[in-house]
């Protein structure tokens, strides 16, 4: 089965919907909405608990993250033009306003720890699932060195993990070949952990 959520935080049901998880709460309410569908799904009968894994791009990408940080209840994870950090997120995406307003306005260079609290890489040591980064070289709206930093870090504390650079693409996979090569390593990695 393949489930994908609507949480808190992302678009469907209008912009107090979306501005749930602003002011420096991207990892709270909207991890909590998830994990409900997780639980949800876990439920089901025909639903293998012992099988499931999780995967997202962009803001899914840093919610993937975060959950590889706060739970082991998945088999493996996939994350895409990630997000990682968030103070120093702030002086290299290619949209540092926006950035601001959804942090609520605080002053990342003020005090980046208090910034930093949901920020994924703060937690690393507690992530133990096996994980698939994938970036795009020429991301600027979340730059490949977020991917590069959790594929470092994760490395560093020995989890299983496997880097996807396309050094040609954004923040999107557009390129028919490369799109191939996306699917044939997403699918390859998910068999190996969920057969």
């Given amino acids: 089965a393949v489930v994908q959520p609507n949480p808190r935080g992302s678009t469907g049901f209008g912009q107090p919907f979306v501005q749930g998880i602003w002011g420096n709460v991207w990892g709270d309410q909207c991890y909590k909405d998830l994990m409900a569908v997780a639980d949800a799904v876990a439920a089901r009968p025909d639903v293998d608990a012992d099988r499931m894994m999780a995967m997202g ?99 560093y504390h020995g989890v299983p993990s496997e880097l996807l650079v396309f050094p040609d693409e954004n923040h999107w996979i557009m390129k028919p070949r490369n799109i191939v090569a996306w699917y044939d390593t997403v699918l390859a990695f998910i068999k190996r952990h969920l057969s």
């Avoid at 937690?123 to 133990?128: A, L, S, V």
């Fill in 57 to 155: 791009g962009s803001f899914g990408g840093y919610m993937t993250n975060w959950i590889g940080t706060q739970t082991q209840r998945f088999k493996c994870l996939i994350t895409h033009a990630c997000v990682t950090t968030m103070a120093q997120f702030t002086g290299t995406t290619d949209h540092p306003a926006w950035w601001y307003l959804e942090m609520g306005g605080e002053d990342p260079y003020a005090d980046p720890a208090a910034y930093d609290r949901y920020a994924p890489i703060r937690h690393i040591k507690q992530w133990k699932t096996p994980a698939l980064i994938i970036h795009g070289e020429k991301d600027y709206r979340c730059p490949i060195g977020e991917g590069l930093n959790l594929f470092e870090a994760l490395q």
